[in-house]
């Protein structure tokens, strides 16, 4: 379970810094942004609250992968010029 939690956070964790570049970048796509907002209020819908372990398992699961499956819709040119992650004290680059 350990193992699984810890892939789960390294694919997530690609996926927000890919957010983020595309976010700032001048070429990406007229619908990301509007994606990502109604995913941001499907993420946090009244159903979480009414039905809470239907909502943790819609959190976990549902949210995760729907975000990974937009970034996959980016275009190519985007998701391969993610630039690489840098170190602050030292310079290096990951």
């Known amino acids: 379970m350990r193992r699984l939690l810890f892939i789960l956070w390294r694919i997530s964790k690609k996926d927000l810094r890919l957010a983020w570049f595309a976010l700032k970048h001048p070429a990406r796509p007229v619908w990301f942004i509007p994606a990502l907002i109604l995913l941001a209020i499907y993420a946090i819908a009244p159903f979480s609250y009414v039905l809470p372990l239907l909502g943790i398992v819609d959190d976990l699961v549902l949210v995760p992968l729907a975000f990974h499956f937009l970034l996959k819709l980016l275009p190519p040119q985007l998701r391969d010029n993610t630039p690489p992650k840098i170190f ?7």
Do not use: A, D
């Open 88 to 94: 602050p004290m030292t310079g290096k680059r990951l």
